[in-house]
């Protein structure tokens, strides 16, 4: 229960850091105020006493003031921001403020005398300052709050992008395990099987059965394990360069595709982590599926380096370009834009010089997301 009404009396009063600035700025306003008002209504608007006795007056008493509020400032940077040390500086703050009008004789010498209508003056200046500052206060923490509300939603969508790209993983991983271990393993059955066949038969069913069986015996070898490699690359156990060119055999004949791997980027001692080049390969991957899929391209280039304490990678292409069969906005796109956020990255795509598209990414290293 009292630990509830303390929040509530810091979500009314404070304490707020002071500001120094804005209650000088205030104090500086108000003093200029007063003692221009006079002026104004004696048709003295723009005489040099309104600079010299009003307004720089003013300044000098708003200048001290702020200059007393900032060694509170600083009090609270070392000790902490307490309601007995927020008070306390007001205090001294509207003090000074005091001091500085009766020395420059805008209040009389007598107030000196008077305890009662000093504390009661002192108060008051006390009071406006209080005001200011909890208005300014709460006004920060409201925005503090919408900043909080704010980076929650995005940590919330980082974290269903993070979910999306794990969930798209472990159904590529799946779908190879099955392709690999179930498809594979029947395709073997099915050879065997068929070379089970009397070998006495007419000389022209054994030519056809030795076809099938050289065609199952080709999808067995090739394209299974080509596709099972390209949905799930475990680059974990083989080198980036070689997933890149496995995956770019799909394309060909129709599209051939140049790889260019830094060395170093596959070294023992310098290649960044599984996930960083799992990532470098899934946004290649879309790349290529659009260069050859919507672009129609015959010729690709991919480049990857390391440099900038991270992957860049560069994907250049001759298709048809940015038109209407290609889309600037779809699944590949977004899987792109997860894989290069969720490891603190960026990746951009444009039209080429000569035609074509050019995609760009970076992945930092470290490949935690900022």
């Known amino acids: 229960m009292t630990s509830e009404k303390a929040r509530t009396r810091t979500r009314i009063i404070g304490p707020w850091p002071l500001r120094p600035l804005l209650l000088g700025i205030m104090v500086a306003l108000f003093i200029s105020g007063l003692r221009n008002g006079a002026r104004i209504s004696d ?61 420059i004789g ?136 070689s997933a890149l060119n496995e995956l770019a055999a799909q394309y060909r004949p129709g599209m051939e595709t140049d790889i260019s791997v830094d060395a170093a980027i596959d070294a023992k001692h310098t290649r960044p982590s599984a996930n960083v080049r799992l990532g470098a390969y899934r946004i290649i991957e879309q790349a290529l599926l659009n260069a050859a899929g919507h672009g129609a391209a015959r010729q690709c280039e991919v480049t990857v380096t390391m440099r900038n304490g991270g992957i860049d990678v560069k994907v250049r292409d001759d298709g048809r370009g940015f038109s209407d069969t290609l889309p600037r906005s779809g699944f590949g796109s977004t899987l792109m834009t997860s894989w290069s956020r969720s490891l603190g990255g960026s990746w951009s795509w444009r039209p080429g010089k000569t035609g074509g598209v050019v995609l760009e990414a970076h992945l930092p290293i470290s490949g935690q997301a900022r």
């Open 106 to 241: 805008d209040v009389s010498a007598d107030l000196v005398t008077n305890p009662l209508s000093l504390g009661i003056g002192v108060v008051r200046i006390a009071v406006v300052f209080f005001v200011v500052c909890t208005i300014a206060g709460r006004a920060n923490q409201r925005l503090a709050e919408q900043v909080t509300q704010k980076q929650t939603a995005l940590d919330l969508v980082l974290n269903q992008e993070e979910i999306l790209l794990r969930g798209d993983e472990f159904t590529r991983r799946q779908i190879s395990g099955t392709l690999h271990d179930r498809v594979q393993a029947r395709l073997i059955a099915a050879c065997l099987e068929l070379q089970m066949i009397d070998v006495h038969e007419a000389e022209r069913t054994q030519l056809t059965v030795d076809s099938v069986v050289a065609q199952l015996e080709e999808i067995r070898a090739v394209d299974v394990r080509r596709v099972a490699r390209a949905l799930s690359p475990r680059l974990e156990e083989v080198d980036l360069e």
């Open 43 to 103: 048709g003295d608007a723009f005489g040099w006493v309104w600079l010299t006795e009003g307004t720089a007056a003013g300044v000098g008493i708003g200048i001290i003031t702020g200059l007393v509020l900032q060694i509170g400032v600083l009090w609270q940077r070392r000790f902490g921001i307490r309601m007995g040390s927020y008070v306390t500086f007001v205090l001294i703050g509207s003090a000074v403020a005091v001091a500085l009008r009766v020395a």
